[in-house]
T-cell receptor
Framework: NAGVTQTPKFQVLKTGQSMTLQCAQD?????MYWYRQDPGMGLRLIYY???????DKGEVPNGYNVSRLNKREFSLRLESAAPSQTSVYFC??????????????FGPGTRLTVL | AQSVTQLDSQVPVFEEAPVELRCNYS??????LFWYVQYPNQGLQLLLKYLSGSTLVKGINGFEAEFNKSQTSFHLRKPSVHISDTAEYFC??????????????FGKGTKLSVKP
Protein backbone atom coordinates (compact mmCIF):
# COMPACT_ATOMS: atom_id res chain seq x y z
CA ASN A 1 0.00 0.00 0.00
CA ALA A 2 1.28 3.45 -0.93
CA GLY A 3 -0.97 5.17 1.64
CA VAL A 4 -1.48 8.83 0.72
CA THR A 5 0.34 10.10 -2.35
CA GLN A 6 0.68 13.71 -3.50
CA THR A 7 1.85 15.23 -6.77
CA PRO A 8 3.86 17.24 -7.47
CA LYS A 9 6.46 17.23 -4.69
CA PHE A 10 7.72 20.70 -5.57
CA GLN A 11 6.27 23.56 -7.61
CA VAL A 12 7.24 27.14 -8.35
CA LEU A 13 4.55 29.48 -9.68
CA LYS A 14 4.42 33.10 -10.67
CA THR A 15 1.80 35.35 -9.12
CA GLY A 16 -1.50 34.91 -10.92
CA GLN A 17 -0.80 31.45 -12.30
CA SER A 18 -3.10 28.56 -11.50
CA MET A 19 -2.37 24.99 -10.59
CA THR A 20 -3.93 21.87 -9.13
CA LEU A 21 -2.40 19.75 -6.39
CA GLN A 22 -3.33 16.11 -6.64
CA CYS A 23 -3.89 13.69 -3.78
CA ALA A 24 -4.85 10.02 -3.79
CA GLN A 25 -5.26 7.40 -1.07
CA ASP A 26 -5.48 3.63 -1.38
CA UNK A 27 -6.80 2.84 2.10
CA UNK A 28 -10.49 3.04 1.17
CA UNK A 29 -10.91 5.96 3.55
CA UNK A 30 -14.05 8.04 3.52
CA UNK A 31 -12.65 11.38 4.68
CA MET A 32 -9.92 13.46 3.09
CA TYR A 33 -8.31 16.76 4.06
CA TRP A 34 -6.06 19.51 2.77
CA TYR A 35 -3.81 21.40 5.17
CA ARG A 36 -1.16 24.05 4.77
CA GLN A 37 1.92 24.27 6.96
CA ASP A 38 3.73 27.56 7.39
CA PRO A 39 6.89 28.09 9.47
CA GLY A 40 6.01 28.51 13.14
CA MET A 41 2.29 28.12 12.45
CA GLY A 42 1.54 24.41 12.72
CA LEU A 43 -0.98 22.96 10.27
CA ARG A 44 -4.15 24.73 9.29
CA LEU A 45 -7.12 23.06 7.63
CA ILE A 46 -8.04 24.43 4.20
CA TYR A 47 -10.87 22.09 3.14
CA TYR A 48 -12.09 18.64 3.98
CA UNK A 49 -14.37 16.06 2.44
CA UNK A 50 -16.32 13.69 4.66
CA UNK A 51 -17.40 11.52 1.75
CA UNK A 52 -17.41 11.35 -2.01
CA UNK A 53 -19.34 14.29 -3.40
CA UNK A 54 -19.16 16.48 -0.29
CA UNK A 55 -16.69 19.21 0.67
CA ASP A 56 -16.58 21.72 3.51
CA LYS A 57 -14.48 24.74 4.34
CA GLY A 58 -11.83 24.61 7.01
CA GLU A 59 -9.99 27.37 8.79
CA VAL A 60 -8.29 29.03 5.77
CA PRO A 61 -10.30 28.33 2.57
CA ASN A 62 -9.92 31.69 0.81
CA GLY A 63 -8.10 31.46 -2.52
CA TYR A 64 -8.61 27.70 -2.87
CA ASN A 65 -11.10 25.31 -4.42
CA VAL A 66 -11.33 21.56 -4.03
CA SER A 67 -12.80 18.62 -5.86
CA ARG A 68 -13.51 15.17 -4.45
CA LEU A 69 -13.27 13.37 -7.76
CA ASN A 70 -14.07 9.94 -6.34
CA LYS A 71 -13.45 8.09 -3.11
CA ARG A 72 -9.69 7.89 -3.76
CA GLU A 73 -8.87 11.37 -5.04
CA PHE A 74 -9.12 14.87 -3.58
CA SER A 75 -7.59 17.78 -5.48
CA LEU A 76 -6.78 21.33 -4.39
CA ARG A 77 -6.82 24.14 -6.93
CA LEU A 78 -5.26 27.58 -6.74
CA GLU A 79 -7.01 29.70 -9.36
CA SER A 80 -4.75 32.76 -9.12
CA ALA A 81 -1.72 32.10 -6.97
CA ALA A 82 -0.46 34.76 -4.55
CA PRO A 83 2.85 34.94 -2.63
CA SER A 84 0.86 34.44 0.59
CA GLN A 85 0.07 30.93 -0.65
CA THR A 86 3.73 29.93 -0.50
CA SER A 87 3.59 26.99 1.87
CA VAL A 88 3.86 23.25 2.27
CA TYR A 89 0.58 21.54 1.48
CA PHE A 90 -0.38 18.25 3.07
CA CYS A 91 -3.18 15.94 2.08
CA UNK A 92 -4.51 13.52 4.67
CA UNK A 93 -7.17 10.87 4.90
CA UNK A 94 -9.07 9.08 7.65
CA UNK A 95 -11.39 6.15 7.79
CA UNK A 96 -14.32 8.29 8.83
CA UNK A 97 -16.95 9.28 9.63
CA UNK A 98 -15.60 11.15 12.65
CA UNK A 99 -13.00 13.72 11.73
CA UNK A 100 -12.67 14.68 15.39
CA UNK A 101 -11.53 11.26 16.64
CA UNK A 102 -10.20 9.34 13.66
CA UNK A 103 -6.49 8.98 13.05
CA UNK A 104 -5.44 11.00 10.05
CA UNK A 105 -2.82 9.62 7.63
CA PHE A 106 -0.71 12.21 5.88
CA GLY A 107 0.99 12.36 2.52
CA PRO A 108 4.58 13.55 2.08
CA GLY A 109 3.57 17.10 1.14
CA THR A 110 3.91 19.52 -1.78
CA ARG A 111 6.29 22.45 -1.38
CA LEU A 112 4.82 25.39 -3.29
CA THR A 113 6.60 28.69 -3.89
CA VAL A 114 4.76 31.62 -5.44
CA LEU A 115 7.02 34.35 -6.77
CA ALA B 1 -13.13 27.81 19.90
CA GLN B 2 -10.27 25.55 20.88
CA SER B 3 -6.61 26.49 20.82
CA VAL B 4 -3.34 24.73 21.55
CA THR B 5 -0.14 26.15 22.98
CA GLN B 6 3.13 24.27 22.75
CA LEU B 7 5.31 26.00 25.27
CA ASP B 8 8.70 25.17 23.77
CA SER B 9 9.56 25.72 20.12
CA GLN B 10 12.83 23.77 20.44
CA VAL B 11 14.01 21.16 22.92
CA PRO B 12 17.60 19.92 22.76
CA VAL B 13 18.40 16.78 24.72
CA PHE B 14 21.15 14.21 24.93
CA GLU B 15 20.64 10.64 23.82
CA GLU B 16 19.23 8.33 26.54
CA ALA B 17 18.00 11.29 28.61
CA PRO B 18 14.31 11.71 29.46
CA VAL B 19 12.25 14.31 27.67
CA GLU B 20 8.94 16.12 28.20
CA LEU B 21 7.26 18.16 25.49
CA ARG B 22 4.63 20.46 26.91
CA CYS B 23 1.18 21.12 25.50
CA ASN B 24 -1.65 23.19 26.96
CA TYR B 25 -5.05 23.60 25.42
CA SER B 26 -7.93 26.00 25.76
CA UNK B 27 -11.52 24.92 25.25
CA UNK B 28 -14.93 25.62 26.71
CA UNK B 29 -16.14 22.12 25.83
CA UNK B 30 -14.83 18.60 26.22
CA UNK B 31 -11.85 17.73 24.07
CA UNK B 32 -9.98 15.02 22.28
CA LEU B 33 -6.19 15.34 22.26
CA PHE B 34 -3.50 14.09 19.90
CA TRP B 35 0.25 14.06 19.42
CA TYR B 36 1.62 13.75 15.89
CA VAL B 37 5.27 13.47 14.85
CA GLN B 38 6.85 14.78 11.65
CA TYR B 39 10.23 13.40 10.65
CA PRO B 40 12.33 15.53 8.27
CA ASN B 41 10.78 15.86 4.82
CA GLN B 42 7.86 13.59 5.68
CA GLY B 43 4.17 13.91 6.48
CA LEU B 44 2.80 13.66 10.00
CA GLN B 45 2.03 10.37 11.72
CA LEU B 46 0.05 9.73 14.87
CA LEU B 47 1.97 9.02 18.08
CA LEU B 48 -1.01 8.72 20.41
CA LYS B 49 -4.42 10.12 21.17
CA TYR B 50 -6.72 10.63 24.14
CA LEU B 51 -10.42 10.20 23.51
CA SER B 52 -11.74 9.04 26.91
CA GLY B 53 -10.97 6.69 29.76
CA SER B 54 -7.53 6.39 31.34
CA THR B 55 -5.74 9.71 31.42
CA LEU B 56 -2.37 8.05 30.79
CA VAL B 57 -2.07 7.21 27.12
CA LYS B 58 0.68 5.07 25.68
CA GLY B 59 1.74 5.47 22.07
CA ILE B 60 4.24 4.20 19.59
CA ASN B 61 8.02 4.32 19.96
CA GLY B 62 7.88 4.38 23.77
CA PHE B 63 6.08 7.72 24.08
CA GLU B 64 3.28 8.40 26.54
CA ALA B 65 1.15 11.39 27.47
CA GLU B 66 -1.06 12.29 30.40
CA PHE B 67 -4.32 14.20 30.12
CA ASN B 68 -4.71 16.63 33.02
CA LYS B 69 -8.10 18.29 32.86
CA SER B 70 -7.55 20.63 35.82
CA GLN B 71 -4.35 21.99 34.28
CA THR B 72 -5.66 21.73 30.70
CA SER B 73 -2.46 19.97 29.69
CA PHE B 74 -1.43 16.97 27.62
CA HIS B 75 2.34 16.70 27.99
CA LEU B 76 4.29 14.12 26.00
CA ARG B 77 7.05 12.12 27.70
CA LYS B 78 9.67 9.53 26.90
CA PRO B 79 11.99 8.10 29.56
CA SER B 80 14.98 7.62 27.25
CA VAL B 81 15.30 9.21 23.82
CA HIS B 82 17.22 8.00 20.78
CA ILE B 83 18.83 9.88 17.93
CA SER B 84 16.01 8.62 15.73
CA ASP B 85 13.48 10.59 17.82
CA THR B 86 14.81 13.83 16.31
CA ALA B 87 11.71 15.30 14.69
CA GLU B 88 9.03 17.94 15.09
CA TYR B 89 6.14 17.09 17.40
CA PHE B 90 2.68 18.59 17.11
CA CYS B 91 -0.04 18.62 19.74
CA UNK B 92 -3.60 18.87 18.41
CA UNK B 93 -7.10 19.23 19.86
CA UNK B 94 -10.60 18.61 18.60
CA UNK B 95 -14.01 18.26 20.20
CA UNK B 96 -17.03 16.00 19.80
CA UNK B 97 -19.20 18.82 18.54
CA UNK B 98 -20.03 19.68 15.00
CA UNK B 99 -18.93 22.51 12.79
CA UNK B 100 -15.43 23.88 13.11
CA UNK B 101 -15.08 22.44 16.63
CA UNK B 102 -14.79 18.99 15.09
CA UNK B 103 -11.69 19.96 13.16
CA UNK B 104 -8.18 19.20 14.39
CA UNK B 105 -6.47 22.35 15.66
CA PHE B 106 -2.69 22.00 15.71
CA GLY B 107 -0.13 23.70 17.89
CA LYS B 108 2.88 25.39 16.35
CA GLY B 109 5.13 22.42 16.96
CA THR B 110 8.17 21.57 19.10
CA LYS B 111 11.42 20.57 17.42
CA LEU B 112 13.13 17.84 19.40
CA SER B 113 16.84 17.56 18.72
CA VAL B 114 18.59 14.54 20.21
CA LYS B 115 22.34 14.86 20.46
CA PRO B 116 24.84 12.00 20.87
Amino acid sequence: NAGVTQTPKFQVLKTGQSMTLQCAQDMNHNSMYWYRQDPGMGLRLIYYSASEGTTDKGEVPNGYNVSRLNKREFSLRLESAAPSQTSVYFCASSEGPSRSTDTQYFGPGTRLTVL
Amino acid sequence: AQSVTQLDSQVPVFEEAPVELRCNYSSSVSVYLFWYVQYPNQGLQLLLKYLSGSTLVKGINGFEAEFNKSQTSFHLRKPSVHISDTAEYFCAVSSPYGGSQGNLIFGKGTKLSVKP
